[in-house]
């Protein structure tokens, strides 16, 4: 299972820290990802990390702004989003795959979900 936190409102310009804490899967045979869906919008991949933690990759529009990290210890993974801007406002979802274990921002490939936390970017 996964379970996302950390969502909330932000002012522009601000930052925030997203946790997924995951249970009963091994990192070592999971890629993780993150995803987000705003109103209307279709799911979209933000950026994965693959099952060792030696690669990331990230969607253009959060290139330079959002950071995907893991603490293996407490089996968390996380999403730093600095800079934010009121087009980041979504539902975040955490998601682990065994399909592509080199990481993958194409949801199809993730079978393990979490539930969402909502990030609203106003002033």
């Known amino acids: 299972q996964l379970q996302a936190s950390g969502g909330g409102l932000v002012q522009p310009g601000g930052s925030l820290r997203l946790s997924c804490v995951v249970s009963g899967l091994s990192l070592d045979y999971h890629a993780l990802g993150w995803f987000r869906q705003a109103p209307g919008k279709e799911r979209e991949g933000v950026g994965c990390m693959s099952s060792g933690a030696s690669r990331m990759t990230y969607a253009d529009f959060v290139k330079g702004r959002f950071t995907i990290s893991r603490d293996n210890g407490k089996k968390t993974l996380y999403l730093q989003m600095n800079s934010l801007k009121p087009e980041d406002t979504a539902v975040y979802f955490c998601?682990?795959?065994?399909?592509?274990?080199?990481?993958?921002?194409?949801?199809?490939?993730?079978?393990?979900w979490g539930q969402g936390t909502l990030v609203t970017v106003s002033s």
């Open positions: 998601a682990a795959s065994t399909v592509v274990l080199s990481g993958t921002r194409t949801s199809a490939n993730y079978n393990s």
